[in-house]
């Protein structure tokens, strides 16, 4: 997965804004986000993917603002790996099963 966030500060409202410009994910990713659309917590916010991509976040400080990157990115991170446990104890638990029982074996003395 890539993050590529723009920054910026506003001079005039002496304000920081940080905004995901990108999201690159891998193709196992691709593959698990396939149809669903994960909810990521920020700033005790809950937002949907694409609502993340399209939100700015201000900040007073540089460091806020930094914070706020770091948050996003571990916000991502958590979801992510939680969506990819899921889908891989799916992969190993979907399938079918036969049991074969033969009433004959049970009965024979």
Avoid: C
Wanted: aromatic share 10%; net charge negative.
């Amino acid at each position: 997965m890539k993050i590529i966030f723009d920054k910026k500060y506003d001079i005039l409202n002496d304000l920081y804004t940080v905004k995901i410009q990108e999201l690159e994910f891998d193709e196992e990713l691709k593959k698990i986000l396939e149809g669903v659309e994960p909810q990521i917590r920020i700033r005790n916010e809950e937002l949907s993917l694409s609502e993340l991509r399209g939100k700015t976040f201000t900040a007073k400080t540089r460091e806020e603002a930094e914070k706020t990157m770091s948050e996003i990115r571990g916000a991502l991170v958590e979801t992510f790996s939680s969506l990819i446990a899921r889908f891989r104890e799916a992969q190993s638990f979907n399938g079918s099963v036969v049991y074969e029982i033969d009433f004959n074996e049970l009965f024979k003395e």
